[in-house]
């Protein structure tokens, strides 16, 4: 998978991880959409809005478009979150620059 664009739905990307072999999801979180289970993503980004608090966890296509987002305080916690729901994430996250 390519790497992200610099914005993920008008968000800055700070880190993202393709989803791929590495990873197993839990099945302990449950995204809908338009109440249909949302298909496995093909990565995650982890992206902050201008002068927001905090951040967003998306699960992306494979075009980058947000396909679900989760808000959380911090990064860490977005990462958190990500573990939480695909496990193998914790070693699989790439920076990007600022």
Known sequence: MNAPPKLVDGARVLAYTPIDSRHVTSGRTKHLV??????RPHALAIARYDDAHGVYLFACDQ??????DTWHQSIDDAKAQ???EHAGT??????CDP
């Open 90 to 95: 914790v070693n699989t996250w790439i920076d």
């Open 34 to 39: 338009g109440g249909v289970p949302a298909p």
């Open 63 to 68: 075009a980058w478009k947000t396909v679900t």
């Open 82 to 84: 990500a573990e939480f």
